[in-house]
């Protein structure tokens, strides 16, 4: 009866919303957009990076360099760089005209703070491993940076562009995280805790001013609120637009911008593979066996989306269709649990984040393993705080589902003490010769490799890639269509006549 309701109230705001004509005055020096999940905190270099990139990446905090809106890394803070012939040493060339918004100039003594403390024992930064590879770091003078490296990583100039690697000010690193000092073209003014941020132009900004005077972050987790916003003028710009049912609406209204856009989240059903009986691979190939993808996809965003066989998004220019490798198959996927000794199947608990994507994924993931002879038992777990602290960090689960953003982080799955709790070997040899690689041909051949391990092994049942529905004003430019990395970059944002 409560599952009904909640459909029928979701249809009537979905009806009321078809009909209603946006009313607003336009403030055409400000923009608000959307961000689904309130961060714990506004440093992407602290904890889970995600959220809080979202919010101040690019806007706040900028890096040595930068990835843009096509994927590609490109100069920031650093005007250029050299790598060593050996691939061992890269030496930054940093712009000497850069201050912080405390007046702190940036040089490469700041760079060496920020890298080192990334690196440090008491680090907490969620993507401390892409950067281990560094082994030392010097400050040869205020403007050259020079980087020693204890193994080839051909990924490290892109990890050195994500979020997780701003530069920071020392003196504000410790509060950055509640009043954050960038570099940026925007400062945060005011987080008002629950429901925004407010930030504005900075007048000290190294780089080519923002259109924009004021930039708002909106914090907004309900999908059928996200455009019920968008429809009252409350707020701009929705990046990824949580309910793809209601997709469709903005694309015939004139009075919005409605792009299905590449994104970069592979949706995945994470098992410990630590436990039984998911340390069976027989189990884990039976209960992909069981998802039938395609009406997964249908179900829990509207067709949206792709189905996947590993842990790359059609986005990534690597990506390999690998759903044929265990397609659907119920009766096989019995045999299979017969063969592993659960010829009546088993039981186990599915903690799920509520995060909208993963509750529908879930319940129908629920319906297909109870085909087999699988029964799962649904509990909600609070996203991020319960869900990073039990699942992520404690591992104190049997199967989760949750949407991986960050891009070509394939390599998680050779992490130690991750999630997973995933062990082998080949795969871990392989993302080392990705590293190693010197030329673009093996990196590719390396990533390709990655994924068909992963296809057959199993660790996560790979479901589909989440697409970014953007939905914004008319009259609006520069937003991001596609989602090369999970932001909400405002720099070149502006309204049009």
């Known amino acids: ?106 040089d490469a003594t700041t760079a060496k703070f920020t890298l080192e403390r990334i690196l440090g024992e008491n680090s907490t930064n969620g993507q401390k491993a892409n950067y281990t590879a560094i082994s030392g770091v010097e400050a040869v003078d205020a403007t ?18 994500y979020p997780a690697a701003v530069m920071v000010e020392p ?46 972050a909106r914090f907004i ?21 949580n309910a793809p049912e209601l997709f469709a609406q903005f694309t015939d209204d004139p009075d919005f911008h409605a792009v299905a856009g590449a994104g970069e989240m592979e949706i995945v059903a994470g098992m410990n593979n630590a436990k039984p009986p998911f340390d069976d691979l027989r189990v884990r190939q039976a209960l992909m066996m069981a998802v039938d993808r395609p009406s997964l996809v249908a179900a ?13 998004s059609p986005a990534n220019p690597f990506y390999e269709d690998l759903t044929g490798e265990f397609p659907y198959d119920p009766q096989r996927a019995k045999a299979l649990l017969t063969e592993a000794g ?12 509520t995060r909208p994507y993963a509750q529908r994924s879930a319940e129908i993931l629920q319906a297909f393993f109870s085909q087999i ?33 960050e891009p070509l982080d394939i390599g998680i799955y050779a992490r130690d003490n991750y999630y997973f709790n995933y062990d082998n070997a080949e795969f871990r040899q392989q993302m080392d010769q990705i590293a190693a690689a010197t030329d673009e041909t093996a990196r590719e051949t390396g990533y ?10 199993l660790p996560a049942l790979f479901l589909f890639s989440y697409p970014k529905l953007g939905v914004w004003k008319a009259g609006l430019d520069g937003v991001w269509e596609n989602g090369p990395v999970p932001a909400n970059d405002m720099t070149d944002v502006h309204w049009v006549d």
């Open 1 to 106: 009866m409560t599952k009904s309701l909640a459909v029928l109230k979701g249809t009537c705001l979905a009806i009321l919303l078809a009909g209603t004509a946006p009313v607003w005055a336009q403030d055409t020096h400000a923009v608000t957009f959307v961000q689904p999940v309130e961060p714990q905190g506004l440093d992407p270099t602290v904890s889970s990076p995600v959220a809080a990139g979202q919010v101040t990446w690019q806007n706040v905090f900028e890096g040595l360099v930068a990835i843009d809106r096509d994927g590609r890394v490109v100069p920031q803070l650093a005007r250029d760089w050299t790598i060593s012939e050996d691939g061992l040493t890269y030496s930054f060339h940093l712009r000497d005209d850069v201050t912080f918004q405390n007046g702190v100039p940036f």
């Open 221 to 241: 987790n309900d999908p059928q609120a996200q455009a019920a916003a968008l429809q009252a003028g409350q707020v701009d710009i929705v990046g990824n637009l």
């Open 300 to 312: 829990v965003s509207s067709g949206h989306g792709t189905e996947i066989g590993s842990h790359f």
């Open 171 to 216: 003196g504000s690193a410790d509060s950055n995280g509640t009043t954050p000092v960038g570099t940026g073209p925007f400062k945060v003014d005011e987080w008002r805790k629950g429901d925004r941020v407010l930030m504005s132009a900075w007048d000290g900004y190294w780089g080519e001013a923002p259109a924009l005077e004021t930039v708002t």
């Open 448 to 457: 390709r490799k990655a994924q068909e391990i992963l296809a057959h092994d």
């Open 144 to 161: 050259t940076l020079v980087l020693t490296l204890s193994r080839r990583d051909a990924d490290l100039l892109y990890w050195l562009g």
């Open 342 to 353: 659960y010829p009546d199947g088993f039981s186990f608990e599915f903690k799920v984040p």
């Open 373 to 405: 002879g699988v029964n799962a038992n649904i509990q909600s777990s609070d996203f991020p705080a319960t869900w990073i602290q039990d699942v992520f960090k404690d591992t104190n689960y049997d199967m989760t589902i949750v949407g991986h953003a």
